[in-house]
C-alpha cells in the first residue's frame, strides 16, 4: 500500500511558480512510476506529466511542455513538479499517483493517488 500526499498549491499570479510536493509513505516510490495529473472543473482528470522508475523517462503534455519540470527523488520518497510561467488555464486540482509499473502513461494504471491540491492562477 502506498500513500501519498501533495502540497505546494496555492493561489499565484499569470507568470508566477510554484513548485509541487508529492510525499509518499508505505511501498516506497523508489519502486513505481510516477505521475502528477490534473483535473479543472467540468473536465475530465489528465496526465501532465510522468517520470519513471529510473527517472531516465519523462513524458510533459503539451500545453506544459517547457514550462513544467517533474522530479524524484527516490531518497526521499518524494517527486516534485516545478511549475513555471504559469497561465490561468493551469487552474486545476493537481494529483500525484504512483503506478506498480516502471513507466506507464495510462491512467487506469496508476493504482495510487493522494487527496490533491489546488492550484489557483489570476490574471
Known amino acids: 500500500q502506498v500513500q501519498l500526499a501533495e502540497s505546494g498549491g496555492g493561489l499565484v499570479q499569470a507568470g508566477g511558480s510554484l513548485r509541487l510536493s508529492c510525499a509518499a509513505s508505505?511501498?516506497?516510490?523508489?519502486?513505481?512510476?510516477m505521475g502528477w495529473f490534473r483535473q479543472a472543473p467540468g473536465k475530465e482528470r489528465a496526465l501532465v506529466a510522468a517520470?519513471?522508475?529510473?527517472?531516465?523517462?519523462?513524458y510533459y503534455a503539451g500545453s506544459v511542455k517547457g514550462r513544467f519540470t517533474i522530479s524524484r527523488d527516490n531518497a526521499k520518497t518524494t517527486v516534485y513538479l516545478e511549475m513555471n510561467s504559469l497561465k490561468v488555464g493551469d487552474t486545476a486540482v493537481y494529483y500525484c499517483?504512483?503506478?506498480?509499473?516502471?513507466?506507464?502513461?495510462?491512467?487506469?494504471?496508476?493504482?495510487?493517488w493522494g487527496q490533491g491540491t489546488q492550484v489557483t492562477v489570476s490574471s
Open positions: 508505505g511501498r516506497t516510490v523508489s519502486s513505481s512510476a
Open positions: 499517483a504512483a503506478s506498480p509499473k516502471t513507466w506507464t502513461l495510462r491512467i487506469d494504471e496508476y493504482e495510487y
Open positions: 517520470t519513471s522508475l529510473s527517472g531516465t523517462d519523462t
